[in-house]
């Protein structure tokens, strides 16, 4: 009984870690929704956004931007199933501390 009480266990916590496991770029993406909740047109666009593992650049470091500290620096462009919408800047250190939308040039 023991033994099953433990499989269970161990099942669940790795079913929550899989389910909490998200990629940076993707946290930055959301970040950027919550910051622009008061612009409904970048919402919109943010929400339709899709990102390509390919089209993505994270660099990581020890630096500080005023005095916050940031430990990763993510690049990604995004596209919707019709369209190329941009890219994205974000700043982390350990979760999103500030996103930024870069419109296509056309």
Known sequence: MKVIKLFLMIGALSCSAGAMATTVEQSCLDYGKKVMKQNPDMVSLL??????????????????????????VVTAKIHSTQEKLGTIFCLVNNSPLYFHYIPIEE
């Open 47 to 72: 929400r339709q956004a899709k990102i390509d593992p390919q089209d993505v650049v994270v660099e990581r470091f020890e630096g500080k931007v005023g005095k916050q500290p940031v430990s990763t």
